[in-house]
Each structure stands twice: as C-alpha cells, then as structure tokens.
C-alpha cells in the first residue's frame, strides 16, 4: 500500500463548478500538507500549503487537513478553464525535506 | 530569476548508452533534490543534496544510477547502462533551508525515452 492515496481521475467538471480534490494517507509522522498544481508538459508547481490540522483560505482555493482522519482536501470554487491541470498532494514529516507525493488527480473544467 | 534550469528538455538513447541530466538550482537555495515522474509509478524522489552532500539517496532505483553535486550551481544525474524501464520525465527542484513551507521549486524536466 501507497504511503499517499490519491484518485487519479479524471474529472471532469463545468466552469463555475465546486471542485474537490482528495487524498489519504497512512503515515502519521505526516505533519506538512502541500498541493501542487502541474499543467501538460510542465515541472509542479506549490498550490497550498499547511502546516498540521485546519483550513487554509487562498482566494478560490482552500486546503483542509484533518489528521485524525489522515485525510486532506484542496477545494476550489467557482472553477475555471485555466484551473484544467493535474493536482498532486505531497506531505512531509518534520526534520525531513523530501515530499511524499500522492499520484495526482487530473482536472479538465469544461467552459 | 531564471528559475530551476534542466538540460536537456527531451533525450532519446538506445538501451546501454550512458545519459547525463543536469540540473541548475535556483541562486541561494542550499536542498537540490531529484524526483522522476512516470504514470504508474507517479513523482518518486530520488535523491537529495543539501549543500551539495547528498543526505538521503533511498530513492535511487539501482547502482545504474548515480547523482553528484560538485557545486552550489550545478547538479547531475547519470544513468548507465540505461535501459527502456528508465523512461521518464526526470525533474530536478531546489529549495532554501528556512521559511515556512521550505518551498520546493521545480524545473521544467527532462523527458527521457530509452529505445
């Protein structure tokens, strides 16, 4: 089983549509949650950050972690064209610098 | 800032040539670390520097590969023999050692295919 569990999709939603991106995970060292957003052919780039449990707010963005569930979302309002991408988690345990990626969910928004 | 700079952007070898990736890591970022990306296997690291000593390389898949950083600036990975299982786009990210996020910055990658 994979440290990081991520549905690979993909999904496909309307502009202007609620996204919810998720993945899980079975390390619970696990203190450091990212999301990183990856258009075609491109290197991934940091979405969201959060350090341990509770909500991040960034603009039509939001990042949840709830570690009791060992579970994470990354929610995106009001969606659009330019948000088509593939979204991968990554997380991280303190006192190491390598990320644990989950395999990625791949978004297309439909205008 | 020009940003993580990764030579070559595609490479196409036959199965037991030799391959060289070379990374240039962002000005002042003191982690390099190297991941490879294919679609079963999804972003694996493997290896990282920190500076230029290599700290954790549990990722390399084998003794075909190996990775150096004989400078703050500069950063290579090489594979050989290289074989068709090694297909992939291999991507090199820096970092600094401090803030928040410790933020990993990542290049454009290099696409390998191994005929």
Not at chain 2, 50 to 73: H, L, Q, T, Y
Request: hydrophobic share 30%.
């Amino acid at each position: 089983q994979k440290e990081v569990e991520q549905d690979p999709g993909p999904l496909s939603v309307p502009e202007g549509a609620i996204v919810s991106l998720n993945c899980t995970y079975s390390n619970s060292a696990f203190q450091y949650f990212m999301w990183y957003r990856q258009y075609s052919r491109k290197g991934p780039e940091l979405l969201m950050y959060t350090y341990s449990s509770g909500n991040k707010e960034d603009g039509r963005f939001t990042a949840q972690v709830d570690k009791s569930s060992k579970y994470i979302s990354l929610f995106i309002r009001d969606s659009q064209p330019s948000d088509s991408a593939t979204y991968l988690c990554a997380m991280r345990s303190t006192g190491r610098r390598a990320l644990t990626f989950g395999s990625g969910t791949r978004l297309q928004v439909q205008p | 800032d020009a940003g993580v700079i990764q030579s070559p952007r595609h490479e196409v070898t036959e199965m037991g040539q030799e391959v060289t990736l070379r990374c240039k890591p962002i000005s002042g970022h003191d982690y390099l670390f190297w991941y490879r990306q294919t679609m079963m296997r999804g972003l694996e690291l493997l290896i990282y520097f920190n500076n230029n000593v290599p700290i954790d390389d549990s990722g390399m898949p084998e003794d075909r590969f190996s990775a150096k950083m004989p400078n703050a600036s500069f950063s290579t990975l090489k594979i050989q023999p290289s074989e068709p299982r090694d297909s992939a786009v291999y991507f090199c990210a820096s970092s600094l050692g401090r803030g928040l996020s410790y933020e990993q910055y990542f290049g454009p990658g290099t696409r390998l295919t191994v005929t």
